[in-house]
């Protein structure tokens, strides 16, 4: 528990901890890679580089700071980070790096404002959170080890199958070298692959595209014009090559519901619901599957879809491209604006939805999906990397 003391300063000091927040993580990534650069490689330079994930930092020590009384309210968002972080394989030990290197900001940023009594202050909270981080991130090592097939940590598998989905996507089924079984998962995790790119280690979190209780685990993985993993997995990742994975993650997954489910995806969004939508499908539940897409040549799983949809009359498809070629002409154009949302949700049988892909994609659903008056504990979403706010004005 923290003290009174503590309390009262965090309290007083939060106003200008909040409005200077993304100034302190700008001077914190670069202190931390400096000082400690064995960390680097747990953490996405692309996001470093767009600042995403300074931004998500920033807001997550103002929400934790804002919220130390009651820290139910951020269950959500603590138990996204524990997957976060389970998935990447921290471990108590990172914990005093980001500790010290954040005061250490805290005072660079503020200067002499910064007094010892202040900065005792912070360190405890953070102390508070990291422990609390710590603990819950346990839960999920030993939950995982104790499954059948599960493991802690790393583990070696094999590329043992490569198949191209579309233009820009192309699918990786992995097996373990040790000849083990691999342990089930709940639909829509996901998993880290460790790779070994140019001399450096490089972890990447990529959704399981593929049905539980299977022998291999399946990612599927969208080539990005500057994607240094993406790239190398299209480009040189061969079979029979190995890499290292983490055991699956991840809080955006299928619950047990008899509502109708919704599954609304746009682009590589598609590959957490070609997960969920078996399962759901043989619980007997409606199943509505709507999917954005460019264009025929970068639309990926539609064969799988339409298959499903010939075998199972409670799976109900809908697609729309946004740039369609001269065979797509039969295709709806366009996006999952409002008014086709409010044709597909069936509204009247109070739904869960789920959805996923690009930040404006995601926006604008969010929005009109707050308009439809969905419950917001039936809307589900993910992000592709750190959270980010999706009330704001659509793109």
Known sequence: ?????????????????????????????????????????????????QGTQRQ???NAVVAYASNLDRLELLGDTVSLIVHKHASLNILPEHYPIVGECLLAAIKEVFGD???????????????????ILITAEEGVYRNNE????????????RLVRKVRESEVITSFYFVPTDGKPVSDFQPGQFTTLILEIEGETTRRNYSLSDSPLKPHYRISVKREPNGKVSNYLHDSLKEGDTVRLTPPCGNFVLTESER?????????????????????????????????????STHAFRETVDQLASEH???????????PLSDDKDMPRGFFDHTRLEALIPLDKNPDVYFLGPKAFMQNCYRDLKKLNI????????????????????V
């Open 1 to 49: 528990m923290l003290s009174n003391q503590t309390r009262e300063i965090i309290a007083a000091t939060l106003p200008a901890v909040k409005e200077n927040s993304r100034a302190i993580t700008e001077v914190f990534y670069p202190l931390m890679f400096s000082r400690y650069p064995q960390v680097k490689a747990y953490f996405n330079q692309a996001h470093q580089a």
């Open 56 to 58: 998500a930092l920033a």
């Open 113 to 131: 404002i910064a007094t010892d009594e202040v900065l005792n202050a912070w360190g405890e909270a953070y102390q508070q959170l990291a422990d």
């Open 146 to 157: 104790e499954k059948t097939g599960g493991w802690r940590g790393e583990r070696e598998f």
């Open 260 to 296: 109708p489910l919704v599954l609304l995806t746009g682009g590589v969004g598609i590959t957490p619901t070609i997960s969920m939508l078996q399962p759901a499908l043989a619980s007997g539940r409606e199943v509505h599957f709507a999917h954005g897409a460019l264009n025929s």
């Open 313 to 323: 009359e409670n799976l109900h498809v809908s697609y729309c491209y946004s740039e």
């Open 375 to 394: 419950p917001e504990e039936q809307i589900h979403y993910e992000f592709f990397g750190p959270l980010e706010a999706l009330d704001e004005a659509s």
